[in-house]
């Protein structure tokens, strides 16, 4: 399916003709968003502002909202935040980086309210090859920042992938409430 992830009909939408056609919802996996510009603070509009908090918060509170009603105890939900809500983001992604922290705190605060039958936890990938940085990263800032990751190279999608994965599992079974970071060493928390 198609559809706007800001879209109360259409994430209804979605989750019903999941329901549909699996029987319920045993994980929920967030990964609508994105930057959408990078605009300073000195021409931030509040559209632009409304529009990335829509796209990555608004977004990921109507899928929990939506599959709430069909988890059953131990389903999961994974939100993908960013290291840019630990650190800011970079020139003119500030309210990107607010986006993601908001998605974080909201991670720790869904944990507590939906524990012990749902666990909620983020992941925070730092630099990862996607079209993002693709777009929205100049060519010698990935060199660079991949240079001084201890790792010294960007992550892919699959290593996010992976985490995610994990973090879904009964593996994972006794983390909750956890914003956990994918960045190669870039950044600690």
Do not use: W
Not at 125 to 149: C, L, Q, S, W, Y
Not at 169 to 187: K, R
Request: hydrophobic residues 45%; negative net charge; proline residues 3%.
């Amino acid at each position: 399916m198609q559809g706007d992830m800001t879209s109360e009909d259409d994430v209804a939408a979605l989750v019903a003709k999941t329901v549909e056609t699996f029987g319920g919802v045993d994980m929920l996996l967030h990964v609508t968003g994105g930057i959408l510009a990078r605009v300073p603070m000195a021409e931030m509009t509040l559209d632009h502002l409304r529009a990335v908090m829509d796209v990555n918060l608004t977004s990921f509170v109507l899928a929990v909202r939506e599959c709430l009603p069909h988890m059953s105890e131990g389903s999961s939900i994974v939100g993908l935040a960013s290291q840019a809500g630990r650190d800011g983001g970079g020139s003119g992604a500030s309210a990107y980086g607010a986006s993601k922290g908001a998605l974080m705190t909201l991670t720790r605060g869904l944990a507590k309210e939906l524990g012990p039958k749902i666990r909620v936890n983020s992941l925070c990938p730092g630099m990862i090859d996607t079209d993002f940085h693709n777009i929205f990263t100049k060519p010698e800032v990935r060199k660079h920042v991949a240079g001084i990751t201890p790792l010294k190279r960007e992550g892919t999608s699959e290593d996010v992938a992976k985490l995610a994965v994990f973090l879904a599992s009964d593996e994972a079974a006794f983390i909750t409430g956890a914003n956990v970071d994918i960045n190669g060493g870039m950044l600690f928390s």
